[in-house]
């Protein structure tokens, strides 16, 4: 099938194919998957916060307090998948750090476990730069530092509670492209 007539089929049916990836419409695209994303360290503090979907500021904490004791007081061979609430909660430790996504019941948990993992390794690759030991000892100081940097990772891997792209040199373009304006 050539590369027009999948356009035009797609065109047909009211998909979106201005952007690099083919949405489907509005209309189709009723619930948001993935509901917020958070990091946080050993102790509990949260490093970085992304929702998806509307959530008061004053009940953030509350959300975030109940997620992470919930998630950090499990131990290393129990399940990494928690239901919580209308939530289901997808968590993986690195280091010193725990990356927990809050998903639907209807979002498949191990798509979720493998996306957090692609993130990580588009971080690990991102910040290549900086010296293997500084990252394993201190990877909490690497995100902080680099906050901004983390989030336009974030934001190309995921739009709206979706999953947009996964290839890690797709989504360090975007850096990769800053970083050289930034050098010149």
């Given at each position: 099938?050539?590369?027009?007539?999948?356009?035009?089929?797609?065109?047909?049916?009211?998909?979106?194919?201005?952007?690099?990836?083919?949405?489907?419409?509005?209309?189709?695209?009723?619930?948001?998957?993935?509901?917020?994303?958070?990091?946080?360290?050993?102790?509990?503090?949260?490093?970085?916060?992304?929702?998806?979907?509307?959530?008061?500021?004053?009940?953030?904490?509350?959300?975030?307090?109940?997620?992470?004791?919930?998630?950090?007081?499990?131990?290393?061979?129990?399940?990494?998948?928690?239901?919580?609430?209308?939530?289901?909660?997808?968590?993986?430790?690195?280091?010193?750090?725990?990356?927990?996504?809050?998903?639907?019941d209807t979002e498949n948990e191990l798509s979720i476990y493998e996306l957090v993992h692609n993130f990580v390794e588009v971080l690990?690759?991102?910040?290549?730069?900086?010296?293997?030991?500084?990252?394993?000892?201190?990877?909490?100081?690497?995100?902080?530092?680099?906050?901004?940097?983390?989030?336009?990772?974030?934001?190309?891997?995921?739009?709206?509670?979706?999953?947009?792209?996964?290839?890690?040199?797709?989504?360090?373009?975007?850096?990769?492209?800053?970083?050289?304006?930034?050098?010149?």
């Amino acid at each position: 099938m050539s590369q027009w007539v999948f356009i035009e089929a797609a065109l047909y049916y009211g998909f979106d194919v201005s952007a690099r990836i083919c949405r489907p419409p509005l209309a189709i695209q009723t619930t948001i998957m993935i509901k917020f994303f958070l990091m946080v360290n050993k102790q509990g503090q949260t490093r970085l916060s992304k929702y998806y979907e509307n959530v008061d500021i004053s009940k953030r904490a509350a959300l975030e307090a109940d997620v992470v004791k919930g998630c950090l007081s499990r131990r290393k061979d129990e399940c990494s998948f928690v239901e919580y609430k209308d939530y289901k909660l997808v968590y993986r430790q690195y280091a010193a750090l725990y990356i927990v996504v809050g998903i639907t019941d209807t979002e498949n948990e191990l798509s979720i476990y493998e996306l957090v993992h692609n993130f990580v390794e588009v971080l690990d690759k991102y910040f290549s730069r900086v010296s293997e030991l500084d990252l394993f000892l201190y990877p909490e100081a690497q995100i902080m530092f680099n906050l901004d940097k983390v989030h336009i990772i974030l934001d190309e891997m995921i739009l709206n509670g979706h999953v947009v792209e996964t290839n890690k040199s797709r989504i360090l373009a975007p850096l990769l492209v800053l970083d050289k304006m930034v050098e010149s």
